[in-house]
């Protein structure tokens, strides 16, 4: 049974790792600001796909989710290039999947760990296609 399914217009981005800083004897973490307004970004998204849809409360059961990535391709690609429909090269496509889970937790499920089935890809978004990530979470 489909719990969501919609598509994020954003650029899509890697978790990046934390950052740690020093002051004096304490040692403190903070998440990147690139990171944060991207999952800011998807959390927004998500939240408001939940409202519109009356998802008031996260499912508590194993999940399997989909995601597409539609990354931008460069300027600089030729013409054979262009012709390519996989992104193969970094961001990583865990690294991606875990910004996205990380930025819908608590809105869909409790936690990322009720995720038991995952599919996701990582392709080039084309002429006619702005970038983004398509997410489809179902019961399983």
Not at 24 to 45: D, R, S
Not at 107 to 113: A, H, L, M, V, Y
Request: charged content about 25%.
């Amino acid at each position: 049974m489909l719990i969501a399914e919609f598509f994020i217009p954003v650029i899509p981005t890697a978790k990046g790792r934390p950052r740690f800083f020093r002051r004096g004897n304490f040692v403190g973490t903070y998440t990147p600001k690139k990171t944060a307004g991207y999952e800011q970004e998807i959390f927004v998204a998500a939240n408001r796909y939940a409202r519109e849809n009356h998802i008031s409360s996260c499912y508590e059961g194993p999940i399997a989710a989909e995601l597409v990535f539609y990354l931008p391709r460069p300027k600089s690609h030729n013409q054979k290039q262009r012709s390519r429909q996989w992104h193969i090269i970094k961001p990583d496509t865990d690294n991606l999947i875990k910004a996205v889970y990380d930025a819908i937790n608590g809105i869909f499920f409790k936690d990322d760990s009720q995720v038991c089935s995952e599919k996701a890809i990582k392709i080039y978004a084309t002429d006619t296609q702005s970038p983004g990530v398509f997410l489809r979470l179902e019961k399983l």
